[in-house]
């Protein structure tokens, strides 16, 4: 039987499915390209172009393939412009999950990995922040994956669909040969726009906020290796075969590291200055986020390998370096 990956051609889901085909897995993709990469889909797998709210398409990906289990990262996930277009998020987030789970239901699929957030939690009143935490978002990204989150419980309570929610904190890093990677249109994360600076693609770095509650006035982050996050989606489907209860994990090192430490690395692994400036605060970014990751690590048996901020960094140039254009020019 075979994995359905949604956003398959994403950042997350693309590394998620080649750690799926090395585990030995059937994998097939669904993805609509709106900001996936048709150059980021493994050529071994067989690809359906279509919506996750195309309930019809959906309905004959499962007709035409043994599914057993769906992975779901088709979402938009950028939490400024969902401030601004909230409907737009509610829309392709909420309104997606409900048609695949009547997709997933109506067709008998009865496992599902979603890709929640570290977004549901909103500020944080203590870090680091377990499962049980209040879940208070504060931008209608969090709010849809949150929303999502919820969806699934229900319909796990009434029709019996296994799922585990993965609440990632900072995806970052790369495929360690630099084949596939991160390419956001426009980019917002951090580190992709800090290496932009030595690629000669932006004249500097902005530090969004120096004045923040924490030692060197910038916000902490917990950035966690996006092969880790495949590994765990692969722990979490195995997990569930073995019988494992529905529930949600945080994913994260458990260590932050600030804006300005992330700089400092980025110079380290680059071996040059990076030019920065400092600017006023983007608006909802909470000080402080960071996963304790143990109840992944112990219920799961997930281990992530990559604990060190420099290798993750350093897996991250390599990938921006021998694609300066991300997918662009393949
Ligand atoms: N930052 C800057 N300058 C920039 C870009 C970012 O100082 O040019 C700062 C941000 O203010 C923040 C940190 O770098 O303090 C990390 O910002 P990112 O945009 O890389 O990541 P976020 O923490 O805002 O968000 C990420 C994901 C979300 C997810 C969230 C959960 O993008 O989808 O993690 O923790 F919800």
């Given amino acids: 039987m075979a994995i359905l990956v949604c956003g398959g051609a994403g950042y997350i889901g693309s590394h998620t499915v080649r750690q799926l085909i090395e585990a030995g897995e059937e994998v097939i993709i669904a993805d609509n390209l709106s900001t996936?990469?048709?150059?980021?889909?493994?050529?071994?797998?067989?690809?359906?172009?279509?919506?996750?709210?195309?309930?019809?398409?959906?309905?004959?990906i499962f007709a035409e393939n043994q599914i057993e289990a769906v992975f779901h990262f088709a979402a938009y996930i950028e939490a400024g412009e969902s401030v601004r277009l909230?409907?737009?998020?509610?829309?392709?987030?909420?309104?997606?999950?409900?048609?695949?789970?009547?997709?997933?239901?109506?067709?008998?699929?009865?496992?599902?990995?979603?890709?929640?957030?570290?977004?549901?939690y909103g500020?944080?009143?203590?870090?680091?922040?377990?499962?049980?935490?209040?879940?208070?978002?504060?931008?209608?990204?969090?709010?849809?994956?949150?929303?999502?989150?919820?969806?699934?419980?229900?319909?796990?309570?009434?029709?019996?669909?296994?799922?585990?929610?993965?609440?990632?904190?900072?995806?970052?890093?790369?495929?360690?040969?630099?084949?596939?990677?991160?390419?956001?249109?426009?980019?917002?994360?951090?580190?992709?726009?800090?290496?932009?600076?030595?690629?000669?693609?932006?004249?500097?770095?902005?530090?969004?906020?120096?004045?923040?509650?924490?030692?060197?006035?910038?916000?902490?982050?917990?950035?966690?290796?996006?092969?880790?996050?495949?590994?765990?989606?692969?722990?979490?489907?195995?997990?569930?075969?073995?019988?494992?209860?529905?529930?949600?994990?945080?994913?994260?090192t458990g260590h932050g590291f600030s804006v300005k430490e992330i700089i400092d690395a980025a110079e380290k692994v680059i071996g040059r200055k990076i030019k920065k400036e400092f600017g006023i605060r983007r608006a909802g970014d909470p000080a402080r986020l960071i996963a304790s990751g143990e109840k992944a690590r112990k219920v799961l048996k997930w281990t992530p390998h990559f604990d060190d901020v420099e290798k993750i960094i350093a897996t991250a140039w390599n990938w921006h370096n021998l694609h300066p254009n991300g997918y662009e020019e393949a």
């Fill in 36 to 60: 996936g990469h048709r150059a980021a889909i493994n050529p071994a797998v067989k690809f359906y172009e279509c919506d996750i709210r195309d309930k019809a398409a959906l309905k004959k």
């Fill in 123 to 252: 500020e944080p009143e203590r870090v680091p922040i377990d499962e049980l935490d209040k879940t208070e978002p504060t931008n209608p990204y969090g709010e849809s994956k949150l929303i999502m989150e919820k969806m699934i419980r229900w319909v796990n309570a009434a029709q019996g669909v296994r799922y585990v929610s993965l609440r990632y904190f900072n995806a970052s890093g790369a495929s360690e040969d630099g084949s596939i990677g991160e390419d956001h249109h426009p980019e917002t994360h951090l580190i992709p726009l800090i290496l932009q600076v030595p690629l000669g693609k932006r004249d500097h770095i902005t530090i969004f906020g120096t004045d923040y509650p924490t030692p060197d006035g910038t916000c902490i982050r917990d950035y966690i290796h996006v092969v880790d996050l495949a590994d765990a989606h692969i722990c979490a489907l195995n997990y569930l075969r073995g019988g494992g209860k529905s529930d949600a994990f945080n994913l994260g």
């Fill in 86 to 120: 909230p409907l737009k998020f509610f829309n392709n987030n909420v309104y997606g999950m409900q048609i695949l789970l009547e997709a997933m239901t109506e067709c008998g699929v009865d496992k599902i990995i979603f890709s929640s957030s570290a977004a549901v």
